[in-house]
């Protein structure tokens, strides 16, 4: 993503809402974005090369940036649709340690699941990335 375009998105968070999953019976309105999270999807041209095809860009909250960096919760998020569900780890089947899975497919999408993208591709981070991190970054 171009300094420009991170600007401009930027200049568009006081208008946006949390597109995370907050249960049933919430209404988006509620929530209004404090972040960006930032997903680089691309793919590895060869051992040197990462091709970063595009960025998307998922407005959340503060609850759920702090969520996201916290130990407690995993995010499932739907690459393909955009649904996303957390686990809470403490009451949780399995063990996660990631603070984000991305899907590829989902059952809110298809019967067919797709895999977990970050098996397919180094490229994409298990970790939180936000958009105004990088614009620290960028600015030290
Ligand atoms: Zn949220
Ligand atoms: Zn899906």
């Known amino acids: 993503m171009n300094e420009f375009d991170r600007l ?9 809402f949390c597109e995370l999953n907050h249960g049933p019976d919430t209404r988006r309105h ?3 974005a404090a972040n960006y999270l930032a997903v680089p999807i691309g793919y ?23 969520a996201l960096v916290g130990n407690d919760w995993t995010l499932l998020y ?4 955009a649904s996303s569900h957390w686990i809470y780890r403490p009451l949780a089947k ?3 340690r990631h603070h984000i899975l991305w899907l590829k497919g989902c059952p809110d999408c298809s019967y067919e699941f797709g895999g977990l993208y970050f098996n397919d591709l180094d490229a994409i981070s298990t970790n939180p990335e936000f958009l105004t991190h990088h614009v620290n970054l960028c600015a030290s």
């Open 94 to 96: 399995h063990r996660y």
């Open 30 to 32: 509620d929530f209004p």
């Open 78 to 81: 739907c690459l393909e649709c």
């Open 44 to 66: 590895q041209q060869n051992d040197l090369q990462e091709v970063t095809a595009r960025e998307l860009v998922v407005p959340i909250c503060l609850d759920c940036a702090e």
């Open 8 to 16: 401009q998105l930027l200049a568009q968070l006081s208008s946006e």
